[in-house]
């Protein structure tokens, strides 16, 4: 996609919104009365109904009535359908299977379906509408059965509970009866954070601040203010923390925990000593050798395969809105609650590429991203399909609100239940693009600016994954240390074919010594994305000739079945054990 057309929805000028998308249009070309008649039911019915009833019902009418134009085109009023179109239709419902499931419907999905379509014309005939049937072609003896649901398992036994622990904090009433001075001055600080701060922020800073005073005022009655704590008093703290009981009542509080309340109160008295507050200690009381040592996790990210199969599956999605949210998860590096903010015209045109404003997030910041070509043509497509916004929004839900992160994680469940590669959740995309990114030659400043974050210490955490720097220097060094070492064989063919074991690539060949094993050196032709085709016989075959010269039978096997997909005429086939199968990646997994 060299060049894309300009969008007229994806610039930041304001121009004329395109026309309202009719979903009825299709309807209404073929039977026109039968959509006059369904389109003024719905309008009447919305009077008494809620907006999601009336948005059920008229999905089932819009299905309903592209089926029976379909199977009866004569058929164009209401008044027009029989009892034989009613039981065709039931018995098409019964046996039909939606894209992304294998099995039919139940009894009572079908039950739901032909109600909604007998509440149809039974309130049409009521009503008095001309475009009527004379007489009801559905009853409720014709709906099958409603199975009732089946029998919830047994619940295990309840185990012995476990310890309880008293975890209430006193509050700010009691703390001020206790000590009117330091409670005063707390509060005092609470309330000037406030206005430069995110609520959960002074939300935890109170906490933390309460627990302290707690344990002071218990501890040492004598200490009414803040300028009387000492360090004794925080070294007391400091082993009732580690005592506190976190989560799990029979485990300590977590060394998170304990860095973040004793972070917080440090941070109080820099700031009050810095503030000039009456009642402030001379030094702050707390030093960096008191902060335990934070375990550093890696991110969890995707790896190649796991990816490949991950956006195979997701190609392969029908619904227009969880495949472009998923998209824009995988391709922009956004935190799933930004997804939900996405203004309609966020999308604008700067030279030959498409940008993504991405909005005011989590460290107060916005920021442009680059836009995909696969995602221009999916933001232009779901746009056609869904219409103008009333919320001004790039992405809502079917009832026109934004989206929840909620919702978003179980569109990335499902995709990743299709593909098989196990629970993934929105945030590991975000990883696995900057990882992918950045081992890819990106540099941790463009990495930074496309994920948000404000110091290069937030992105270096991905420079320490999967480095194929360090990989290939390590390569090499362990090559020279076996060579010096003697372990490469004696013979002077087998240490040539050693250290020379040329595969036979597309468009060359790879020299990676044969004691070093790839695991990328079929992984083009396992990839959900790749195709091949006959003009490429010629290499495919030469690459099993060579596969199967070194003894390779896993990588004669990748390029025997790329082979048998598009020809019987397989000479080399013989020479291939049959008990060494390989499955290339695809939706079978």
């Known amino acids: 996609m060299s060049a894309l057309p300009a969008l007229p929805l994806l610039v930041p000028a304001p121009l004329e919104s395109p026309p309202p998308r009719d979903p009825w249009a299709e309807i209404n070309a073929v039977a026109p009365e039968l959509a006059a008649t369904m389109e003024r039911y719905l309008e009447r019915f919305a009077e008494s109904a809620i907006p999601y009833s009336v948005i059920v019902s008229r999905r089932i009418l819009l299905e309903f009535a592209r089926w029976l134009i379909e199977v009866d085109p004569p058929c164009r009023r209401a008044a027009d359908i029989s009892r034989d179109h009613m039981a065709g239709y039931s018995a098409w419902l019964s046996r039909r299977t939606a894209p992304d499931h294998d099995k039919p419907p139940s009894p009572n999905t079908v039950r739901t379906y032909l109600s909604e379509l007998h509440r149809f014309l039974r309130n049409i ?5 001309i475009d009527a049937p004379a007489a009801m072609p559905i009853e409720r003896a014709d709906m099958p059965a409603r199975v009732p649901p089946a029998p919830r398992k047994p619940k295990r ?30 509060t005092a600080y609470l309330a000037q954070i406030a206005v430069s701060s995110r609520p959960g922020t002074v939300s935890g800073a109170d906490l933390a601040l309460r627990v302290f005073a707690e344990h002071v005022t218990e501890t040492d009655p004598d200490c009414l ?16 923390l580690a005592a506190r009981p976190g989560k799990d009542p029979d485990k300590g509080a977590s060394v998170a925990t304990i860095r973040n309340k004793l972070g917080t109160l440090r941070i109080f008295f820099e700031r009050i000593i810095e503030w000039e507050y009456d009642d402030a200690p001379r030094r702050v009381p707390i030093f960096s050798g008191d902060f335990p040592r934070a375990d550093e996790p890696l991110p969890r990210f995707l790896d190649d395969p796991t990816y490949s199969k991950f956006m195979a599956a997701l190609e392969k999605d029908t619904d227009r809105r969880r495949r472009l949210i998923v ?36 460290l107060h910041n916005d920021r442009d991203v ?33 989206f929840d992160r909620r919702t978003i994680h179980r569109y990335v469940a499902s ?23 950045i081992n890819r030659g990106m540099s941790l400043e463009a990495i930074a600016a496309m994920l948000g974050h404000r110091s290069l ?53 790879c020299a990676r010594p044969a004691q070093l094993d790839c695991s990328y050196q079929t992984i083009c032709e396992g990839c959900g994305f790749f195709e091949t085709g006959p003009e490429f016989l010629t290499i495919l075959r030469r690459q099993k000739e060579s596969a ?42």
């Open 125 to 129: 005939m009521s009503w008095g509408f």
């Open 225 to 240: 203010c803040v300028a009387d704590v000492s360090r004794r008093h925080i070294e007391s703290f400091k082993l009732a």
């Open 327 to 362: 998209e824009l998860l995988a391709r922009t590096g956004m935190r799933a609650g930004e997804v939900g903010g996405l203004r309609a015209d966020s999308v604008f045109r700067l030279g030959a590429n498409h940008w993504l404003r991405v909005p005011v997030g989590k």
């Open 415 to 437: 995709v990743a239940r299709r593909a098989g590669t196990g629970h993934v959740h929105p945030h590991q995309l975000r990883h696995t693009l900057a990882t992918r990114s």
């Open 548 to 589: 199967t010269d070194q003894a390779d039978f896993e990588r004669a096997h990748v390029f025997k079945e790329l082979i048998e997909a598009m020809t019987t005429d397989d000479p080399l086939g013989a020479n291939i054990p049959p008990a060494l199968p390989i499955h290339l990646h695809d939706d079978r997994d």
């Open 370 to 402: 680059p836009l995909h070509p696969v995602l221009v043509d999916l933001i232009e497509d779901y746009l056609a399909w869904r219409g103008p916004s009333p919320s001004g929004l790039l992405v809502v839900r079917e009832d026109g609100q934004p």
């Open 457 to 509: 210490r937030m992105t270096l955490v991905y420079a320490r994954i999967s480095n194929d720097t360090v990989a290939q220097q390590y390569f090499r060094a362990t090559q020279a240390v076996e060579h010096a070492a003697g372990s490469l064989p004696d013979d002077e063919e087998a240490n040539v074919r050693a250290q020379g074991h040329h595969r036979q690539l597309g468009n060359g060949h």
């Open 157 to 186: 036994p309840k185990a012995a509970p476990k310890r309880t622990v008293d975890r209430t904090v006193c509050t700010w009433a009691e703390l001020d009866v206790r000590a009117p001075q330091l409670a005063s001055t707390m």
